[in-house]
């Protein structure tokens, strides 16, 4: 059985102010060309389908086009949610969709949902599980001692007493780590950015699956073992990815035991790209190349320049941002904030902030809960 992971679609996003929808299209029509070429039976997405919980009329629209489109081809299509959908939207009419092998999880009720498939070599066991939070499973499961995200996940994959002689794989939408951190893209959102210890789940409480198709981090790659991977986002959706490149496993399943995944490129409309360099040298013609991309440009030029964009975008249609880097921005960079405060005991840091902040002197009543909050804290010691 020949299967394609995707995650992360984020239909509907936008970049600066331009909406990628047209991009989205494009990319999405590239992979049902995949399916075509590639003879592929089963398409997995893992998660985050749109970019937000109330998904715009063109995403919705997207999507609509793009399930149809499998469904005609009868290709077995299997969706969870992931922490960017609203999964009460995203599991609208799934129940009827289902006959047409279109098959959504999107809320999670206390058990790890199974489809089955089928196969020369017998039956495939399709594992759903859409983006959960410890607190979810320590309700449905009625188990206190669930603090983590990795309790929570493992415990539901107990509960769903899988027989691990049979292929099985499992979809899901979580922050899982290998032996290392994994890389993030940047896109994420805050949390990603910002993910605890809490959050995150080691890959080895999957290994035994036959393949984890995973959403949320919106890098490709695999986490710990090699059947256990993130596809990433299907465009890039940040600054931090110009220099990277967009890829879909695609996943050939043979007996239990076989599995063999190559990755296929995914070009885009148009790239995301960043630019570095002066202003009239990045405009002279000979270095204008794809002039519909999407350009970040950071200018090396030391004057600022009046309507910078205005005139990049004569250039650059789809201009997102224009910074700059040279010897001002550096001297800010370098500029250490501990010069200020190092003679400064707590007490006067924090009067000295209030009053830059409210514009009146800190009460010795509010500064003394300061104080014991900073002691409380360790920022300083009870003889301060
Ligand atoms: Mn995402």
């Known amino acids: 059985m020949r299967i394609i992971h995707l995650g992360d679609l984020h239909l509907g996003k936008t970049l600066g102010e331009y909406s990628l929808i047209r991009d989205q299209e494009y990319i999405l029509n590239q992979i049902l060309d995949i399916v075509k070429e590639k003879d592929v039976n089963a398409v997995l997405i893992a998660g985050d389908v749109y970019d937000r919980s109330l998904p ?17 081809m009868c290709i077995k299509t299997y969706i969870i949610s992931g922490n960017h959908d609203s999964e009460d939207r995203l599991e609208y009419g799934s129940r009827l969709f289902s006959s047409r092998g279109i098959h959504i999880t999107s809320k999670f009720n206390g058990e790890l949902v199974k489809a089955t498939t089928e196969d020369e070599f017998g039956e495939l066991n399709i594992y759903m599980l859409p983006f959960i939070k410890a607190s979810r499973v320590r309700y449905y499961c009625n188990d206190n001692s669930i603090e983590t995200y990795e309790d929570a996940v493992r415990t539901v994959i107990e509960q769903a007493d899988v027989d691990w002689s049979e292929r099985n794989i499992l979809i899901a939408h979580q922050f899982v780590t290998g032996d290392s951190s994994p890389q993030i893209a940047g896109s994420e959102g805050a949390s990603v950015q910002n993910v605890g210890l809490v959050e995150q789940i080691s890959s080895e409480i999957f290994k035994d699956f036959d393949y984890v198709a995973l959403g949320h981090l919106h890098s490709p790659q695999s986490v ?32 239990k035991g076989s599995v063999e995944i190559e990755l296929l490129r995914l070009s885009p409309f148009r790239d995301l790209r960043h630019i570095t360099g002066k202003l009239n040298q990045i405009l002279k013609e000979e270095n204008i190349v794809d002039p519909d991309d999407y350009i970040y440009v950071t200018l090396t030029d030391e004057e600022i320049i009046n309507d910078v964009m205005g005139i990049v975008q004569q250039y650059y249609l789809n201009t ?62 009870e003889a301060d």
């Open 56 to 72: 715009s009329e063109a995403a919705v629209n997207l999507l609509d086009s793009f399930l149809s489109k499998l469904a005609a």
């Open 320 to 381: 997102v941002k224009i910074d700059y880097q040279n010897s001002h921005t550096k001297e800010i960079e370098n500029f250490d904030i501990g010069d200020i405060v190092s003679d400064k005991s707590f007490e006067e840091i924090i009067s000295d902030f209030y009053l830059k902040m409210y514009g009146v002197d800190i009460s010795d009543e509010e500064l003394d809960v300061m104080m014991s909050v900073a002691r409380e804290a360790g920022v300083i010691n």
């Open 224 to 255: 710990g073992y090699d059947h256990i991977r993130y596809s990433g986002s299907v465009l890039k959706y940040s600054l931090n990815e110009a220099f990277s490149s967009k890829s879909v496993p695609l996943i050939n399943i043979g007996e």
